[in-house]
């Protein structure tokens, strides 16, 4: 994993944290239909560091319709967060979460829910009573937005076209449909066995510890302080995001958007497992070693890590996005008790260097029998 996003600050002090919060597998190919949208089709994103790579990227844009891209980027709205609370908003429909099944639910979704959902994940307040009053009424909405952080101007634009617009609900299941057939169908076989195939694993995989250990074990080191009114954990494996961690919260839930390991994706017995290319990627350049030398004698920030190697921000955060994605090093992410996300800490995974010197040679030393038997 290599990169930590949260859009919203909306995990918040609800009620007092069981000491094992529920955790759900969510297996289905909908999500990564929006998923592949957000990732290609986001006005503010760089793509450089997805596996996929940019060719995938390009490959997928040149297959979308100007009109169908024009489209999305509008229901993205502000942020281009909204589509990651459709995805969101997509688990609550009744199971089995088939696209087709999600698809039609959403359809049958009254407008006024949907605008419930969307402000209540926008807004920083936990007010039922407000939010349920602001997916009624415009002037409300607005309102409540004014309350917000940052940038209420497009927001507020947002809802007077949520507003406007009739059939909001199926103009976005549209926009999805739209994309799987004309887009998405060319990988959605592949990306759909992956994803069904690492959703079992992981259910049948002991449960090891609370929910901050099992996000850290699926992102390969994000230390996240799970808040304290967090009532449910949903894992979201996907194979485009890959390396990228994307964790979101909405009121008592989180939801962990993680890249499924190499095992349900690389078929090729002949082949090293692609985290140790990037392993070894990550070891190749002389400024990623002094981050991990620096790392070895304790914890840092990005801003004490970029004072040291005298470089921009962004560059040092793609060095850093490398050995995350490398699983070399650790990204803590404390909260405070309001459930908001402080700076971000760093620290060596000591176990990690050691591992991929030993599976290095086990991989060069593997025969050519226990390849085929493997």
Do not use: C
Not at 14 to 28: N, T, Y
Not at 103 to 132: F, H, K, M, N, Y
Not at 287 to 303: H, M, V
């Amino acid at each position: 994993m290599a990169e930590l996003i949260i859009p919203s600050d909306k995990v918040r002090d609800l009620a007092e944290a069981p000491r094992r919060v529920p955790i759900d597998i969510e297996g289905s190919v909908t999500h990564e239909i929006i998923l592949t949208m957000w990732t290609t089709l986001s006005p503010k994103r760089t793509n450089s560091g997805l596996d996929l790579g940019s060719d995938w990227v390009d490959q997928v844009n040149e297959s979308t319709p100007d009109d169908l891209a024009d489209e999305i980027v509008a229901l993205g709205g502000p942020w281009f967060y909204i589509w990651l609370v459709i995805s969101n908003f997509l688990l609550s429909a009744p199971h089995p979460h088939d696209p087709d099944r999600v698809l039609a639910w959403l359809d049958s979704v009254d407008d006024s829910r949907l605008r419930r959902w969307i402000l209540g994940s926008t807004t920083p307040l936990d007010d039922d009573s407000r939010i349920e009053k602001a997916s009624q009424d415009l002037d409300a909405a607005i309102e409540l937005i004014g309350e917000g952080k940052d940038e209420q101007a497009e927001m507020v634009e947002y809802a007077r076209w949520m507003f406007a617009t009739e059939g909001l609900a199926s103009r976005y299941a549209d926009a999805i449909r739209r994309y799987r057939v004309e887009v998405f169908n060319q990988f959605e076989e592949d990306y759909a066995g992956a994803i069904s195939r690492a959703a079992a694993a992981r259910r049948a995989a002991p449960t090891r510890g609370d929910a901050k250990s099992v996000i850290e074990e699926v992102t390969s080191g994000l230390s996240f302080d799970v808040p304290v009114g967090v009532r449910r954990v949903t894992l979201v494996p996907s194979v485009v995001t890959r390396p990228l961690s994307l964790i979101d919260g909405h009121r008592g839930s989180l939801v962990v958007y993680y890249g499924i390991p190499d095992e349900f994706i690389n078929s090729d017995p002949e082949a090293p497992p692609s985290w140790m290319v990037r392993s070894f990627k990550a070891l190749s350049d002389d400024k990623r070693l002094r981050i991990l030398r620096r790392l070895s004698d304790g914890e840092a920030t990005l801003d004490e890590l970029t004072d040291m190697l005298g470089l921009s921000k962004s560059t040092v955060h793609h060095h850093i996005s490398l050995l995350r994605g490398a699983g070399l090093i650790r990204v803590h992410v404390p909260s405070d008790d309001e459930g908001h996300s402080k700076h971000k800490m760093y620290s060596l995974r000591d176990q990690s260097l050691t591992d991929v010197a030993g599976f290095l040679d086990s991989y060069l030393r593997t025969t050519d029998e226990e390849r085929v038997h493997a």
